[in-house]
């Protein structure tokens, strides 16, 4: 199962895909964290990354393709995975199914979408920043965040819907239950798939 996470952040991605990458045995590879880690290691990659993430702006699609890329080439993804946190744009998109071929993978299955209203994901992004202490979950930051995901990465439900591989979930409520919705809509499709 080769699955792309979709959402503004505090959405739930990391959460949901963390359970989704335990019930299918799969990895889940996040950009931010990749991003995150490189930063702390302080890595060239790193310092060219810190800015556009601190302001709450997206990382060039050089640096973020290149991580995808090197994990997409690795062994432990030939059976599939969940990309968390890219793409963030078309150009991206673009570049992802582009890689699948050019690797010899198989395309993406699906596109799963959590929806989220902004004042639920404003709070849940503060009460983050104040537990986790993540540099980015502040205020000022989090609005560019939003506008970034409204402008750019938003657009990409039509992109996925038009290939229709987009599967689309109220991200709001209890976190199993979203969980049970996501891997019984999934597990349906892919039996309509085998059946077909
Ligand atoms: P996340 O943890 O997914 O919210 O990502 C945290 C930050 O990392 C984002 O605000 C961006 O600055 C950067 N980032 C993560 N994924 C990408 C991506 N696919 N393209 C560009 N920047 C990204």
Redesign the pocket.
Known sequence: MRIVLLGA?GCG??TQGAHLAHDYRIPRL????A??AAVAAKSVLGLR?KA??D???????E??TGL?EERLAAADTANGFIL??????ES?ARTLDAMLVHLGRAPIDHAVHLRVDEAELIERLQSRGRVEGRA?DNVETIRS?LE?YRNQTQPLLDYYAQQHKLLSFEGVGDVLQIRNRLIEALGASRAESASI
């Open positions: 952040p991605k990391g996040s950009t931010g964290d991003l995150r990354a556009a993430m302001a709450g702006q997206l990382v060039s699609d640096i973020v995808v968390d946190g890219f793409p963030r744009n991206q980015d965040r970034v």
